[in-house]
């Protein structure tokens, strides 16, 4: 008989993982977690795992917390407030709270589901997804699903095809033909192909699928373990993964694409290079990632702004974007824009040029700055007349900047050089 989908989505609850710090995304993370972080305009890095499990069917969802939380929660009660107990769904906020150790916050991802088990079996889910809430993709977890329960899997581990080159940083799964795990390694120097592509490696997406009552027990051992760092990608998996019954999902087999977009999509926008590069990837003519994609919406809190506006038209002072993304509230008054991604409610001023800047909400861009390259952090004001992206040497001494080029600019910095 055939695996409803549907009837399999209702059935599951989705446990975010999202009490990251995401220390490589340097002062972007000091009062924020890395889930809660501003990406493509108006949305959270967070609402991308949030909504592939609405856009699957999903309505139980949990969402840990640990790291800086405040920013990530307030978003969560703003935006994500629409479930419904009467209709089945719910979203809980699940900080740590040392409700199982008074010694204790989350010691690891096993360690945040340990926690919360006596709230997870609360609502009796037949199946739970377990989810990172720190990467940017479009997934149908449906599918995902689908396989676990069909291949009556133990685990279920979702998997990124990526070059064997390119995936020493990575948990990596050697299969069978069958997609059933025979390895797992750690950020292996020759990392096993998949089968039938020598040039490819399975990585492990930190998402995983367990039938409820099976994944219980793992836990509770695990909890009592003193070597264990409680964690599913350093323990649980490969300990499930050595009993033979656990098997690999491949990402290009539940992507969700547009028309537009020519193959899947994933990003881990952990650095501030890859943060900046995958911002800027979205002012192209045809984006890699469709966030125009009305058939799979990345639902978020949407601030109430006006739209974006342009003013001035004089030869030396006109408000122009160009291959640029705009959000609302914002105000391009005489300044130059080009390949660029404004958040809500930025301000550039007069006689300004920017050229590559992803600007976080709130920011004002003071007249006749040069900017190139740039993200700048929310509320930043930028002072009159700052250059940035023609001296790295003096860039790399006011600014944190990267090894490729990318400067980094939070309020704090701007402060000491008015100092």
């Not at 994944?215 to 070597?227: F, G, M, N, V, W």
């Not at 949407?302 to 030869?315: D, I, M």
């Not at 080009?338 to 958040?343: D, G, R, T």
Request: charged share 25%; with cysteine; proline share 4%.
């Amino acid at each position: 008989m055939a695996v409803s989908t549907h009837r399999l989505a209702r059935e599951t609850m989705a446990f975010v993982l999202a009490g990251g710090r995401g220390s490589r995304l340097k002062e972007l993370t000091d009062i924020r977690a890395k889930p809660a972080v501003y990406f493509g305009g108006k949305t959270r890095i967070i609402n991308f795992a949030l909504s592939n499990a609405v856009n699957s069917g999903i309505r139980r969802i949990g969402v840990a917390t640990q790291y800086k939380a405040h920013s990530l929660i307030r978003h969560l009660q703003r935006g994500w407030s629409f479930f419904r107990a009467e209709r089945n769904e719910s979203l809980d906020i699940l900080p740590a709270s040392q409700r199982v150790d008074e010694r204790h916050w989350y010691l690891g991802t096993a360690d945040a589901v340990t926690q919360n088990i006596d709230i997870i079996e609360g609502y009796a889910p037949k199946y739970i997804l377990i989810l990172a809430g720190d990467h940017i993709y479009k997934q149908g977890y449906s599918l995902l699903l689908k396989q676990h329960v069909e291949t009556g899997a133990d685990v279920t581990v979702g998997c990124i095809e990526v070059p064997r080159t390119e995936v020493s940083a990575f948990g990596v799964m050697g299969v069978d033909k069958n997609d059933r795990i025979l390895k797992f390694v750690e950020k292996p120097a020759n990392p096993p192909a998949m089968p039938g592509d020598e040039t490819q490696a399975l990585a492990s997406m930190g998402i995983y699928v367990f039938k409820t009552e099976f994944l219980i027990k793992p836990l509770q051992e695990d909890a009592l373990s003193e070597t264990s760092e409680h964690d599913f990608g350093h323990d649980l998996i490969p300990a499930l993964v050595a009993k033979g019954n656990a098997f690999a999902h491949p990402f290009s087999r539940s992507c969700v694409t547009s028309s537009k977009e020519q193959k899947a999509y994933w990003r881990d926008v952990g650095t501030i290079d890859a943060f900046w590069q995958a911002n800027i990837d979205l002012t192209d003519f045809e984006p890699e990632l469709d966030l125009y994609d009305q058939s799979w919406p990345i639902w978020t809190y949407s601030e109430l702004t006006p739209p974006a506006k342009f003013v001035h038209n004089e030869e030396t002072r006109r408000g122009m974007a160009v291959s640029s993304m705009v959000a609302g509230g914002c105000i391009v008054s005489g300044a130059q824009l080009n390949q660029c991604l404004l958040h809500n409610n930025v301000q550039v001023k007069s006689h300004s040029e920017l050229n590559g800047v992803v600007a976080l909400p709130d920011a004002v861009i003071g007249r006749g700055a040069k900017l190139k390259n740039v993200v700048i952090d929310r509320s930043v004001r930028i002072p009159e007349g700052l250059i940035v992206g023609e001296d790295a040497k003096a860039d790399a001494a006011r600014f944190n900047r990267t090894d490729s080029g990318i400067c980094l600019i939070t309020q704090s910095m701007i402060d000491k050089l008015e100092k």
